[in-house]
Nanobody
Framework: QVQLVESGGGLVQAGGSLRLSCVASGRTFSSYGMGWFRQAPGKEREFVALISWNGGNTYYADSVKGRFTISRDNAKNTVYLQMNSLKPEDTAIYFC??????????WGQGTQVTVSS
């Protein structure tokens, strides 16, 4: 069983920055891609970013490209999401997830990010 625990959310003014962290349990973290998703009130969950198992490839939603950076430290079983130039529309609960063989198979409980205007 894999557990994912996010942290780093909070309240920030528009234009500010936050760094989210997601720590994974288990010994297979470095074998899997990891993703970040978010869900705003009344909206469906949406993809934010994905990083490959070794960090060599990253992918972003158009809405965050150039502002957010996903990274990972396999020695610490941790994936990060650096969020800069935050906008009120970035307000959401942010989730990390493990990308299994064909889909995302484990999810964290989420961390709230609120951006005030």
């Amino acid at each position: 069983q894999v557990q994912l625990v996010e942290s780093g959310g909070g309240l920030v003014q528009a234009g500010g920055s936050l760094r989210l962290s997601c720590v994974a349990s288990g010994r297979t973290f470095s074998s899997y891609g990891m993703g970040w998703f978010r869900q705003a009130p009344g909206k469906e969950r949406e993809f934010v970013a994905l990083i490959s198992w070794n960090g060599g490839n990253t992918y972003y939603a158009d809405s965050v490209k150039g502002r957010f950076t996903i990274s990972r430290d396999n020695a610490k079983n941790t994936v990060y999401l650096q969020m800069n130039s935050l906008k009120p529309e970035d307000t959401a609960i942010y989730f990390c997830a493990r990308h299994g063989s064909s889909d995302y198979d484990y999810w964290g409980q989420g961390t709230q990010v609120t951006v005030s205007s």
